[in-house]
Every structure is written in C-alpha cells, then in structure tokens.
C-alpha cells in the first residue's frame, strides 16, 4: 500500500508533536515551514517526484523521532537534555541526563578517543 501525500504531511506532523511537545513556538514554526513545503509541490503530477517527496517527508518525520531531541535552558543557565531510550538511536552508552553542550561535546570527544578492540 503507498503512502499517499496526506499521510506523509500527518505523519510529519505527528513527529513535529513528539519532538516539541509542549513547545507552542517551536512547534507552530515546524507546521507553518511544513505547509510551505507541501503547498510548493501541491502541482506536481510526475509520479516518480510525488514519490520521492513522500518518501524524503517520510524519512524526515523517521529521523526526527528516532535521533533529534530538544534542549531546554535550565535553572543553572544550561541547555540540558535527556534521550528517550525508547525512541532515540546511539551507538554510545552515556549518561541518561547531560547538563550541558559542553559536557555532551567532551564525551562525545573522550568515546572516539578509546582504543579500539580488534
């Protein structure tokens, strides 16, 4: 069964309400910039394009599901924020919660600095 244009846009918006949450701005920003993007390709009638957009939307809402969390600034004045490990890919076991960017960029470094095992 293919996926059909409308639900491509529902999906994606349904992954913007998982990532934002309770983040009006940021996720009225995601529905107007989605509309947008579906409103200039509202003509187009080649079916291999139609396809090709489906799928790269399709992706896009897999992708921001699976490996995009959001930041939020905390008391300490830090963008902290904290994977569901149930929805978010990594390689890495780090700690469940990163204060900070800083932080995150230092174990990120210190990980590829390990020795291989062969």
Request: proline letters at 4%; aromatic letters at 6%; a neutral charge.
């Amino acid at each position: 069964l293919a996926t059909t244009s409308r639900q491509a846009y529902r999906t994606l918006l349904r992954a913007q309400r998982l990532l934002f949450g309770e983040d009006v701005a940021a996720l009225a920003a995601a529905r107007v910039q989605t509309r947008a993007e579906f409103l200039k390709r509202r003509d187009e009638t080649d079916p291999a394009t139609v396809a090709a957009l489906i799928a790269d939307a399709m992706d896009t809402a897999e992708f921001m599901r699976r490996n995009v969390v959001q930041s939020q600034l905390n008391e300490k004045g830090n963008f902290a924020f904290k994977p569901d490990p149930e929805r978010h890919l990594s390689e890495a076991k780090g700690p469940e919660y990163v204060e900070d960017v800083h932080e995150a960029a230092e174990l990120y470094t210190m990980k590829d600095k390990r020795p291989r095992s062969s």
